[in-house]
């Protein structure tokens, strides 16, 4: 049965710069994660955050530290692959639907507004 530690004890504690580090190392090479190590050792992820900023070597692009493992880096870029792709059919759907209405448009001025009745034409 795991122990929870009570309010006052997580304020008394007080890691070391040693420990910080290693920590740091261990999310940086991504064989944890800030949430793992969060829920490890019950810290905050604002506080191992603030490690990652201060002991890390990575430095951070436009105020943004990103820190994860390999596998979720190549999920997210087969996310946006996908989004893109999924960006371009949706527009191609678009641009076929708009020259289907207006096929509709020019058959109801050659052949009359009831053009669509007389077919049984739905869209």
């Known amino acids: 049965m795991i122990n929870k530690m009570t309010t006052e004890e997580r304020r ?10 290693e ?8 064989q944890a994660t800030i949430a793992e190590v969060g829920r490890r050792y019950e810290v905050k992820a604002d506080n191992i955050g603030k490690w990652v900023k201060k002991y890390g070597s990575r430095k951070p692009e436009g105020g943004v530290t990103l820190v994860g493992s390999q596998r979720d880096f190549d999920r997210l870029a087969f996310l946006e692959k996908d989004y893109k792709s999924l960006q371009v059919l949706f527009g191609e759907q678009q641009i076929h639907l ?11 001025g050659e052949l009359g ?11």
């Open 98 to 108: 708009i020259r289907l209405r207006k096929l509709l448009d020019l058959a109801k």
């Open 12 to 21: 008394r504690r007080r890691f070391t710069e040693s420990f910080r580090k």
């Open 23 to 30: 920590q740091v190392e261990l999310i940086e090479s991504g």
């Open 113 to 123: 507004e009831d053009f669509e009745k007389k077919v049984g034409f739905h869209y």
